[in-house]
């Protein structure tokens, strides 16, 4: 059941990116000012927000393992789906900075600025990466997963920080379009690739859930019995 | 001691080990003189990598500072839990019964002390290597009220948050590490990112308490630091008990 729902959304997703690719490339009209450079918005802007929501999903999951009063094997779920959610919105996040920086090339003139924006996506990410790292480096799955989980609060907490701090520090992003000041065309193309990235998203995060889950009852199954193991 | 003896309250308990932490590093005082040479030797190579040009390295001496400082923490940070390690003090300490907030307090005060006394110890010698002065007066334009500081106080309350600020999310880090395979790479890993706002607030009260604050900037960069400070002391305090409960 859980694999058609899985290979009806990649159908799904396979189909909204290529038209989606279609319409941003082809069908939305160049922008004023950047011209045909402003096309990569389309698959830029989608990135970072799936990039951000699985980093707010990392950290509803962080707070649901440490809430949770019994904190057993069941109760791991939580744990296997801030995985996910902290890989696969490390990977999005990641797409959607280099997008953001081959787009700053031509309009700003230089692969990277020192504007709160990126540099705060660019901190994020490299705390998640982090965080990766000591998943992979603690052996014990119960105390990987509160430990985990501590250290996706703290890091969500410092995002906030970050913000401020480097925007007091440094700033020069475009001011953001809001939908009033942009041509309806192209709000419809971002929507129509929004919801296509939201469904790869979703892909890769349930196919990702399911691989923690299964290493989770890998780890946590009691050790196979003489018999089993010389057969 | 009778066994009858009620465990000590949080405060009492957090004091005690204190006390520990700081009369081991007392007697032998060798983590905090290999940890003040460490220091030195960072000073040393920043001053080398960015060049005898006095100009540039006085700009640099806010970032110059806080770098090395940070570098040194990750080095007692580990070293503080490994200590506990040995013999398995920390989980006598827990079956003390300690509190396992009073463990975290206690840590990171004693951390935070050490830092400090590190900053104290490394800021004279950045002075001399960059001869740096500092500022005659700064203020402080605060919603409440105006302060006028010193140029030395300003500079040693920059150095008070700043080390607390890297002592109570490093703690936390540093428990956690300890316990992992590669500590030695992942507290870094796990802490610089976090500490980025801190050591960006720090570096820049510290240029401003060193050269002067014409535009009364240095009340918010001590504001986000005390923001921090206060931000992370609570969240360890809360959350330090989930990560040494078993």
């Keep these: ?231 | 001691m009778t066994l009858s003896k009620k465990p000590p309250g949080l405060l009492h308990a957090t004091w005690l080990l204190v006390r520990k932490d700081l009369l081991l590093e007392w007697r032998t005082r060798a983590r905090a003189n290999a940890l003040f040479f460490f220091a030195l030797a960072t000073l040393l190579l920043f001053s080398f990598a960015l060049g005898p040009d006095t100009t540039i390295l006085q700009r640099a001496a806010g970032g110059t500072l806080w770098l090395a400082i940070l570098l040194a923490s990750v080095l007692a940070l580990g070293e503080s839990f490994r200590v506990e390690q040995e013999n398995a003090a920390l989980d006598g300490l827990r079956l003390a019964p300690a509190d396992a907030r009073a463990l975290f307090l206690a840590k990171a005060v004693s951390n935070g002390v050490l830092l400090l006394l590190l900053g104290a110890g490394i800021l004279p010698v950045l002075g001399a290597l960059a001869g740096l002065t500092l500022a005659q007066r700064i203020v402080i334009n605060s919603p409440v009220a105006t302060f006028a500081l010193t140029g030395s106080a300003a500079m040693a309350l920059v150095l008070v948050l700043g080390c607390l600020a890297i002592a109570a999310p490093g703690t936390v880090y540093a428990a956690i590490a300890s316990n992992a395979r590669a500590r030695d790479v992942l507290l870094p890993l796990l802490l610089f990112p976090l500490l980025i706002p801190a050591l960006v607030a720090a570096a820049k009260a510290t240029a401003l308490a060193l050269e002067g604050d014409p535009m009364l900037q240095f009340g918010s960069w001590l504001g986000l630091l005390a923001s921090f400070d206060l931000i992370y002391w609570s969240l360890g305090f809360a959350l330090f008990p989930l990560v040494v409960e078993d």
């Design chain 1, 1 to 231: 059941m859980a694999r058609t729902i899985r290979l009806v959304l990649s159908v799904l997703a396979l189909l909204l990116l290529v038209s989606g690719a279609w319409l941003g490339l082809a069908w939305a009209p160049p922008d004023r000012e950047m011209g045909d450079v402003q096309r990569i918005m389309y698959v830029h802007l989608p990135s970072v927000w799936m990039g951000l929501l699985g980093v707010t999903l990392n950290f509803v999951c962080s707070v649901a393992y440490l809430l949770n009063p019994r904190r057993t094997v069941a109760n791991l779920d939580a744990d296997a789906l801030a995985e996910a959610s902290a890989e696969v919105g490390l990977f999005f996040g990641t797409l959607g900075l280099m997008l953001g920086s081959i787009w700053g090339r031509p309009t700003w003139g230089v692969f990277w600025t020192w504007d709160p924006r990126l540099t705060s996506m660019a901190i994020l990410l490299v705390a998640y990466a982090g965080y990766l790292a000591l998943r992979r480096f603690i052996d014990d799955a119960e105390r990987r997963a509160a430990w985990s989980a501590v250290v996706g609060i703290i890091i969500a907490v410092d995002i906030p920080i970050i913000w401020f701090s480097v925007r007091w520090w440094n700033s020069l992003h475009q001011v953001q379009s809001s939908p009033k000041t942009v041509d309806p065309s192209m709000v419809f193309v971002l929507r129509w690739n929004a919801v296509a990235f939201l469904l790869l998203w979703l892909v890769f995060l349930s196919t990702r859930y399911v691989i923690a889950r299964s290493r989770r009852e890998r780890e946590l199954a009691p050790p196979p019995l003489a018999s089993e193991v010389a057969r």
